[in-house]
């Protein structure tokens, strides 16, 4: 099991040294890899009755800038978007700006990609919410032809791209595409497309069964054992340090072959205190 740091972006804010601090603690801790979380906007719950999620004040790094920049800081590290709110992003875009983010790292780029859940950020960024689950995987589809081939004439429903394409490639070739999400229809992508499933919940029964689940769609797709990874997440603010074994265990009981330790919420302070915490994990 490969393990990795989610970045605690909600609670470390944008002191540059203290970033840099915890990104050489996860690399000199000897972590595989470091993911972040993506958000491009944060809605004002002022108006909104029972918005219970992330709002304005909750700090989000641009998910390409951050991994460049830690890329700098910490090289060696896989670097991981866990995950990347596809949908309302130009396809085109993502895909260069991810071949020049894979080929700086020397190939050691990580995309996780999902529909999300929040309209705000398609109506600011002007794409469709409603249609998202429906566009998402013809731009995975897309994504892997301009990382693939040196040209490119794709006709879909949704995109057009006419005899051309990226240069400079990026070293992976394509980038791996994990999927996030929980839904059903997300299980079923990730089987029949993913790279790996990001699930989201702990590791008990159900998730063994969801796990399963997208080992079998795997399987119908004709794809071979094996071919779609699991990253559990193991939330400190859920699981004390007392029972970080035995959730690790749990977690490779139901198929993990990567696991992030997640120490937002718990109650730090300072900087310092996640750094401790990645240390002693």
Same mark, same amino acid.
């Given at each position: ?25 996860? &690399? ?163 089987? &029949? ?41 193991? &939330? ?46």
């Amino acid at each position: 099991m490969r393990i990795g740091a989610i970045f605690p972006q909600l609670e470390i804010g944008t002191d540059l040294a203290e970033m840099r601090a915890y990104l050489e603690a996860v &690399r000199d801790a000897g972590y595989d890899h470091l993911a972040i979380y993506d958000h491009v906007l944060g809605a004002d719950p002022a108006d909104r009755p029972g918005w219970d999620r992330y709002t304005h004040e909750d700090s989000f790094h641009e998910v390409f800038v951050f991994l460049a920049w830690a890329a700098a800081v910490v090289p060696g590290l896989e670097l991981v978007v866990d995950v990347l709110v596809l949908p309302q992003r130009q396809t085109a875009l993502v895909a260069k700006q991810a071949a020049t983010l894979d080929l700086l790292t020397g190939g050691r780029l990580r995309l996780g990609v999902g529909v999300g859940w929040n309209a705000v950020e398609y109506e600011a960024l002007g794409e469709s919410f409603g249609t998202r689950g429906a566009r998402v995987e013809e731009q995975i589809a897309l994504l892997r032809a301009l990382w693939t081939d040196r040209v490119v004439t794709f006709a879909g429903q949704h995109h057009t791209v006419t005899a051309a394409g990226l240069h400079p490639m990026p070293v992976q070739r394509p980038i791996p595409v994990w999927i996030g999400g929980g839904a059903g229809v997300t299980l079923r992508r990730a089987g &029949r497309l993913g790279d790996g499933w990001f699930p989201q919940g702990a590791p008990d029964a159900d998730m063994a069964e969801k796990i399963a689940q997208v080992h079998a769609h795997a399987a119908d797709a004709g794809r071979p054992p094996g071919a779609v990874g699991i990253q559990g997440l193991l &939330r400190h603010a859920a699981t004390p340090p007392e029972e970080w074994v035995e959730e690790i265990g749990r977690w490779s009981a139901v198929g993990a072959t990567h696991l992030g330790i997640d120490t937002m919420r718990a109650g730090y302070a300072s900087v310092e205190d996640h750094i401790d915490a990645v240390r002693r994990f």
